[in-house]
Structures are given as structure tokens and as C-alpha cells.
């Protein structure tokens, strides 16, 4: 069974640091674009970052000067660098992948459990 198991969340102080991390474990073929989403209480769940399998990124555009989203293919992790940190950046944090589980079946959508990031002094 395919899992993406999240981790680093918590509580930073504005204009702190937090880095997230974000494991696929199971049996899987390959892993296509890795990317994170956030939701605020009351708001709709939001585009945050997203990274190719060869190493392209891509941005919300409120986070792209202060966010540094990487990833490690033999891990098949992805990470999450987040500075300069704001209240408004407080929400739960899901990653997301695109796996293929076999290599004759099309790639499917998996999503972490969310992990809270806190801002606040």
C-alpha cells in the first residue's frame, strides 16, 4: 500500500523557519511530480509548491520568494523549505504525489495526512 508519510510541522515565531519533509513508502514503480497544498481553517485547500521528477519547480506566487520546495529521488522524498514565515502562513500542510504503482498502470494522485504549521509570537 502506497503511504506519504509527512513530518516537521509545529510551532514558528513570524519571520521564523520550518522545514517539511514528506516520505513515499510502499511498492511503487515510479514517482512523477511531488508537490504541497495547505488549508486554513474556513478557506478551500490551496496550491502551495510543486517538483518534477527532474527537478523543476513551481510556485504559488504569495510563497515563491520565501519557500524552497526540493526533493531527493532515491528517498523518493520531498521537502519543503519555509522562511520568513507569516501568521498567514498557518494551515495544515498536505504533500501530494503523482505514482505510478506498476509501470503498465497510469500515474494516480496519493496525499500525506497534513501536518499543522503554526505562526504565531
Known amino acids: 500500500q502506497v503511504q506519504l508519510v509527512e513530518s516537521g510541522g509545529g510551532l514558528a515565531q513570524p519571520g521564523g523557519s520550518l522545514r517539511l519533509s514528506c516520505a513515499v513508502s510502499?511498492?511503487?514503480?515510479?514517482?512523477?511530480?511531488m508537490g504541497w497544498y495547505r488549508q486554513a481553517p474556513g478557506n478551500e485547500r490551496e496550491f502551495v509548491a510543486s517538483?518534477?521528477?527532474?527537478?523543476?519547480?513551481n510556485y504559488a506566487d504569495s510563497m515563491k520568494d520565501r519557500f524552497t520546495n526540493s526533493r531527493d529521488n532515491a528517498k523518493n522524498t520531498v521537502y519543503l523549505q519555509m522562511n520568513s514565515l507569516k501568521p498567514e502562513d498557518t494551515a495544515v500542510y498536505y504533500c501530494?504525489?503523482?505514482?505510478?504503482?506498476?509501470?503498465?498502470?497510469?500515474?494516480?494522485?496519493?496525499w500525506g495526512q497534513g501536518t499543522q504549521v503554526t505562526v504565531s509570537s
Open positions: 501530494s504525489a503523482n505514482i505510478n504503482r506498476l509501470w503498465y498502470l497510469p500515474g494516480t494522485t496519493y
Open positions: 510502499g511498492s511503487i514503480f515510479r514517482v512523477n511530480e
Open positions: 517538483i518534477t521528477s527532474s527537478g523543476t519547480t
